[in-house]
């Protein structure tokens, strides 16, 4: 105690580290009404446009803050150009649509919004996606909802390789192809591709759910087929309308997979809790 | 991280200066130490554009005697050239330190190529019918504006934006290649080769030569041993695919062609715009955007993909 307040004194501090990265548990309830500190209230009914041809990404970024700020809960962007990490940190809920296309690492980091992209994204999109919805009426790129942890994230066309990387929660769903690697090390969550997945499906993952309507070049390192149940088939079916989306075959003859679990090679403990048992 | 771009008009001309140095200035964050342009004209019957250098940029700046250097390895460009009865028509100083000669020549290319390079500090950065290539260090707007880029007319181009990772920030590091001694052949890649100094080894053993140390640069050469065997140039990007180890993508541009080949893992990016009229590819959308500002369809293409296409 004595040696922890002269380090405090000495301008020094030291952290206990509990082992875990930070976590806060909500009641259902709680989660469901839950708003970051600084949220804008917004109404859905209060809508306005904005052209960004001629803005750059942060004051794109710092515009449509402002105009949450000013109780706009539908914002229309135009000519959003392809420019890089547009519609980024939004923790708050917002209409948000986009009438043209986006660059790299669109709509990332976000927790709450209604994002429709009329055009196609670029890599990376809705990256660390925490919840809300974003449609994608075009093609995607690679690592399209890389480590999402909840949300729903849609494209309606094609997406290229490592959809779903490192996916912790959520939905990914597919319209059309999906290149390789995609599910590469998924922990949590649900991919759903309609039309044909690359080579290495769901390589080394952990976990979650990958279901396929198309052919599969070829599947990753403990990915295994699994049996779809009713349960699969209801949540495919309600899924998929309420996205307007549909499998030629229907959700039945769709594939399921899953992690074999044979790599699993750790245990629960994390590395500090580790030291104390040994 | 490197930016790449390509265009290609179909059965048409166009300003391929401007587009390109639009294109590439888009991706300027993706590098920002070197810009080059391989630049396809309409070739004229027994014509041969050389662009050469006989410095780097940055000897002009520290070296003692550089300047009168300069001027005598240009002379001794010119003695040689005569030697092997190449007459030149026309030429233009692009900077104090690169050229680009119009020649009228009929003899063996390569045997001028080795013998012009073989020069102090001469490089021959393009020999073609309708090539021309430039590249020099600096953001696309500096080097088209220093080598008058803007206006040039033609039918395809390709170009690269350098970040330096495993090379020197010099010309002779810079993109694009050209695959030596093939006139009209030069490439641009995005990405890192692995088993580099194998193929350069093997590729030296059958008598290829290498300006640089940088790896794209293998993709030029090996590319060019392939078809001087004889095979197509979509064949030998194909086994391309297989034989290069890391991850790439990379561009190719010929005479009348424009091509493309992505690594088996997609590692790295490549957006394409395919119309009837119209091809465009980078690293980035947004570079096809700048010349396409109103909305089109865009897609990328996947793991293994070579594709390409005729002007």
Same mark, same amino acid.
């Given at each position: 105690?004595?040696?922890?307040?002269?380090?405090?004194?000495?301008?020094?501090? &030291?952290?206990?580290?509990?082992?875990?990265?930070?976590?806060?548990?909500?009641?259902?309830?709680?989660?469901?009404?839950? *708003?970051?500190?600084?949220?804008?209230?917004?109404?859905?009914?209060?809508?306005?446009?904005?052209?960004?041809?001629?803005?750059? @990404?942060?004051?794109?970024? $710092?515009?449509?803050?402002?105009?949450?700020?000013? /109780?706009? #809960?539908?914002?229309?962007?135009?000519?959003?150009?392809?420019?890089?990490?547009?519609?980024?940190?939004?923790?708050?809920?917002?209409?948000?649509?986009?009438?043209?296309?986006?660059?790299?690492?669109?709509?990332?980091?976000?927790?709450?919004?209604?994002?429709?992209?009329?055009?196609?994204?670029?890599?990376? !999109?809705?990256? =660390?996606?925490?919840?809300? @919805?974003?449609?994608?009426?075009?093609?995607?790129?690679?690592?399209?909802?890389?480590?999402?942890?909840?949300?729903?994230? *849609?494209?309606? /066309?094609?997406?290229?390789?490592?959809?779903?990387?490192?996916?912790?929660?959520?939905?990914?769903?597919?319209?059309?192809?999906?290149?390789?690697?995609?599910?590469?090390?998924?922990?949590?969550?649900?991919?759903?591709?309609?039309?044909?997945?690359?080579?290495?499906?769901?390589?080394?993952?952990?976990?979650? @759910?990958?279901?396929? #309507?198309?052919?599969?070049?070829?599947?990753?390192?403990?990915?295994?087929?699994?049996?779809?149940?009713?349960?699969?088939?209801?949540?495919?079916?309600?899924?998929?309308?309420?996205?307007? $989306?549909?499998?030629? =075959?229907?959700?039945?003859?769709?594939?399921?997979?899953?992690? #074999?679990?044979?790599?699993?090679?750790?245990?629960?403990?994390?590395? &500090?809790?580790?030291?104390?048992?040994? | 991280?490197?930016?790449?771009?390509?265009?290609?008009?179909?059965?048409?001309?166009?300003?391929?200066?401007?587009?390109?140095?639009?294109?590439?200035?888009?991706?300027?964050?993706?590098?920002?130490?070197?810009?080059?342009?391989?630049?396809?004209?309409?070739?004229?019957?027994?014509?041969? +554009?050389?662009?050469?250098?006989?410095?780097?940029?940055?000897?002009?700046?520290?070296?003692?005697?550089?300047?009168?250097?300069?001027?005598?390895?240009?002379?001794?460009?010119?003695?040689?050239?005569?030697?092997?009865?190449?007459?030149?028509?026309?030429?233009?100083?692009?900077?104090?330190?690169?050229?680009?000669?119009? $020649?009228?020549?009929?003899?063996?290319?390569?045997? $001028?190529?080795?013998?012009?390079?073989?020069?102090?500090?001469?490089?021959?950065?393009?020999?073609?019918?309708?090539?021309?290539?430039?590249?020099?260090?600096?953001?696309?707007?500096?080097?088209?504006?220093?080598?008058? +880029?803007?206006?040039? =007319?033609?039918?395809?181009?390709?170009?690269?934006?350098?970040?330096?990772?495993?090379?020197?920030?010099? +010309?002779?590091?810079?993109?694009?290649?050209?695959?030596?001694?093939?006139?009209?052949?030069? *490439?641009?890649?995005?990405?890192?080769?692995? =088993?580099?100094?194998?193929?350069?080894?093997?590729?030296?053993?059958?008598?290829?030569?290498?300006?640089?140390? !940088?790896?794209?640069?293998?993709?030029?050469?090996?590319?060019?041993?392939?078809?001087?065997?004889?095979?197509?140039?979509?064949?030998?990007?194909?086994?391309?695919?297989?034989?290069?180890?890391?991850?790439?993508?990379?561009?190719?541009?010929?005479?009348?062609?424009?091509?493309?080949?992505?690594?088996?893992?997609?590692?790295?990016?490549?957006?394409?715009?395919?119309?009837?009229?119209?091809?465009?590819?980078?690293?980035?959308?947004?570079?096809?955007?700048?010349?396409?500002?109103?909305?089109?369809?865009?897609?990328?293409?996947?793991? /293994?993909?070579?594709?390409?296409?005729?002007?």
């Amino acid at each position: 105690m004595v040696q922890k307040s002269q380090s405090h004194e000495m301008g020094m501090h &030291t952290e206990q580290l509990a082992g875990r990265t930070q976590q806060r548990f909500f009641t259902p309830e709680e989660a469901e009404n839950y *708003v970051y500190p600084g949220a804008y209230d917004v109404d859905f009914n209060k809508r306005t446009e904005l052209d960004v041809g001629k803005l750059d @990404t942060k004051d794109i970024n $710092l515009r449509i803050r402002e105009l949450m700020s000013l /109780g706009y #809960g539908t914002i229309v962007v135009k000519n959003p150009g392809a420019k890089h990490a547009i519609g980024v940190g939004i923790l708050n809920r917002l209409q948000l649509y986009f009438e043209g296309s986006l660059g790299y690492f669109g709509c990332g980091l976000i927790d709450g919004p209604n994002i429709r992209v009329s055009g196609r994204v670029g890599w990376s !999109c809705a990256e =660390n996606m925490m919840a809300g @919805t974003v449609i994608i009426e075009k093609n995607a790129g690679s690592t399209f909802g890389a480590a999402i942890r909840g949300g729903d994230l *849609v494209c309606k /066309g094609d997406v290229g390789a490592r959809a779903g990387i490192d996916q912790k929660g959520g939905t990914i769903i597919i319209g059309g192809r999906a290149g390789a690697f995609c599910g590469f090390m998924m922990q949590r969550g649900r991919m759903v591709i309609l039309g044909d997945a690359g080579k290495n499906l769901g390589d080394s993952m952990y976990d979650g @759910t990958i279901y396929v #309507g198309g052919k599969i070049a070829g599947l990753g390192v403990d990915a295994v087929p699994g049996e779809m149940t009713d349960l699969d088939c209801q949540w495919l079916e309600r899924k998929l309308k309420q996205y307007g $989306l549909e499998t030629p =075959n229907g959700v039945k003859n769709m594939q399921k997979i899953v992690a #074999g679990k044979q790599l699993w090679n750790y245990d629960n403990l994390e590395p &500090t809790e580790k030291k104390i048992v040994l | 991280m490197c930016g790449i771009a390509g265009l290609i008009h179909r059965g048409k001309d166009g300003d391929i200066g401007t587009e390109m140095t639009s294109m590439l200035q888009s991706l300027k964050h993706r590098g920002p130490d070197s810009t080059g342009f391989a630049l396809y004209g309409r070739p004229k019957d027994d014509e041969l +554009i050389m662009r050469f250098k006989v410095a780097e940029q940055e000897d002009m700046r520290k070296g003692f005697r550089i300047h009168d250097q300069v001027k005598e390895r240009k002379s001794e460009v010119d003695r040689r050239l005569d030697e092997l009865g190449a007459k030149i028509l026309d030429e233009e100083i692009a900077t104090e330190y690169a050229y680009r000669y119009r $020649l009228e020549y009929g003899g063996d290319r390569r045997k $001028l190529a080795d013998y012009i390079e073989d020069i102090e500090g001469a490089e021959i950065l393009s020999l073609g019918l309708g090539l021309e290539l430039i590249k020099d260090l600096g953001d696309a707007a500096r080097v088209a504006g220093q080598y008058k +880029i803007p206006g040039f =007319n033609g039918t395809h181009a390709i170009g690269h934006t350098r970040m330096a990772t495993e090379s020197d920030v010099d +010309i002779r590091s810079a993109h694009p290649y050209w695959a030596y001694p093939f006139a009209d052949v030069s *490439v641009v890649h995005n990405g890192q080769l692995t =088993n580099y100094w194998n193929g350069r080894r093997e590729l030296e053993r059958r008598g290829h030569r290498f300006m640089s140390n !940088c790896d794209s640069e293998l993709i030029a050469v090996y590319l060019a041993d392939k078809m001087e065997q004889g095979a197509a140039l979509e064949d030998a990007m194909r086994d391309s695919i297989e034989q290069l180890d890391g991850v790439f993508t990379y561009l190719v541009a010929t005479a009348d062609s424009l091509g493309m080949a992505k690594d088996t893992m997609a590692a790295k990016p490549m957006v394409l715009y395919e119309s009837d009229d119209f091809i465009g590819l980078a690293s980035e959308e947004v570079a096809i955007r700048s010349v396409f500002p109103h909305e089109i369809d865009t897609f990328d293409p996947y793991e /293994g993909e070579v594709r390409v296409w005729k002007s």
